[in-house]
């Protein structure tokens, strides 16, 4: 559905709500302003995001938190196209005491819709709203006691810094969370340093497009490289009538191209040390099928859009490897436009890079791309990652 002509298409950001083993269970939906403007009806324009063609199917089965910022101008009618099942809305504590407001919430809540406090309500006010869950910061201090213990859940703790916090915020009975912890992982996911070096030779050896057979020499000296590259090809994915057992085969399957793509994410999904999945997995997955699929839409043809990938799914290679990406660049043989990507956020590539980590309408018609593309290359990079999650 297109936005009415005397208002802009809006553009918005979607934030991953995870769950305490990692996995995700939610988008928050934040609707983005311009140059430092405040979004004046955000609930507006997520109302004009979420009734664009198969958003729920793209987005499946994760729950989508819409921001309500005045429930007194919420309307069951407004909500009529969303499915009950999928929509959590978001309405602010303080809004919570108006007598009116509990009664109109508490009308949403028997149609099915799913309400949430943003910020702790006072006295029993969550509760006369029909609040099912709270929403709230807790990177530093936890809420009372009473206010997880009044609503049946899930809470959502956000601005989590770290896996320790999210471990201390579980236990206070937070089972949502969202925040920069991925991109700071408390220990050095890579491994030793043997490890760092083989996964730089793995990803040079991928970058100069090497023969099968020095991709399988390296292969077999990393296990947990291999157990996934297996995992993946006998996965439902590929369908395949028989399994696969060995490398040469795994690569035949795959095919060059894609072989390298997933080998490229495959790095993401090497197992911590608790056993947990690496929450950066998902992530560079968005990245970089977003990337792709923004340079498909300027034009650009395959090869482009193959060095587009390569950006966004290496642009977090410093936190993986806990390096500076002047170090990992420098090992690699990379495109130029690429380096500039990843170095400086510069050239093409660099600009789209930008765009895809800020959302900023006067980077969008830099790169001549409309607000409704932008859309749905979100919506397409955040269900392919949602498969590479599900295959890995």
Not at 51 to 79: G, H, N
Not at 81 to 89: A, G
Not at 127 to 153: E, F, H, K
Not at 190 to 196: H, I, P
Request: proline share 7%; glycine share 6%.
């Amino acid at each position: 559905m297109s936005a009415p002509e005397n208002k802009p298409f809006p553009l918005a950001e979607l934030q991953a709500v995870s769950d305490a083993r990692y996995a995700w269970v939610a988008l928050v939906l934040t609707p983005a302003g311009h140059d430092g403007a405040e979004v004046t009806d955000p609930f507006q324009d997520a109302l004009t995001l979420l009734k664009t063609p198969a958003v729920f199917d793209l987005l499946a089965p994760l729950d989508v938190i819409v921001p309500v910022a005045a429930p007194a101008r919420l309307e069951l009618s407004q909500l009529s196209t969303l499915p009950p099942n999928r929509v959590i809305l978001r309405v602010p504590a303080a809004a919570c005491v108006d007598p009116a407001i509990q009664k109109k919430l508490a009308t949403l809540a028997d149609a099915g819709y799913r309400t949430m406090t943003d910020g702790v309500a006072p006295g029993s006010a969550a509760t006369l709203c029909s609040a099912r869950s709270l929403m709230v910061d807790a990177s530093v201090d936890l809420p009372p006691v009473v206010a997880l213990i009044g609503q049946p859940g899930p809470h959502l703790a956000t601005n989590m810094p770290s896996e320790a916090r999210i471990v201390a915020c579980a236990e206070a009975g937070f089972s949502w969370f969202m925040g920069d912890f991925a991109s700071n992982p408390d220990h050095d996911n890579a491994g030793d340093g043997t490890s760092r070096k083989r996964l730089l030779a793995l990803l040079g050896l991928l970058a100069r497009d090497a023969d099968t057979r020095e991709l399988e020499v390296l292969l077999k000296q990393d296990p947990s490289l291999s157990y996934h590259l297996l995992k993946l090809v006998n996965s439902a994915a590929f369908a395949l009538s028989s399994p696969v057992h060995s490398f040469s085969q795994a690569i035949n399957v795959l095919g060059r191209r894609q072989l390298q793509r997933w080998l490229q994410l495959l790095l993401y999904a090497r197992q911590q040390d608790d056993g947990l999945p690496n929450p950066l997995l998902p992530l560079a997955a968005v990245r970089a099928a977003q990337m792709e699929a923004l340079v498909r839409a300027q034009g650009g043809d395959r090869d482009r859009q193959d060095m587009a990938f390569v950006a966004g799914v290496f642009s977090l290679l410093d936190r993986l490897l806990g390096m500076e990406m002047t170090e990992i660049v420098a090992a690699l043989s990379l495109d130029l436009d690429v380096v500039m990507a990843l170095l400086d956020r510069a050239g093409p590539l660099g600009e789209l890079l930008k765009l895809v980590e800020g959302h900023d309408r006067a980077a969008l018609a830099q790169a001549g791309i409309d607000a409704e593309t932008y859309w749905q290359t979100q919506l397409e990079a955040h269900q392919w990652a949602l498969q590479v999650s599900r295959s890995l």
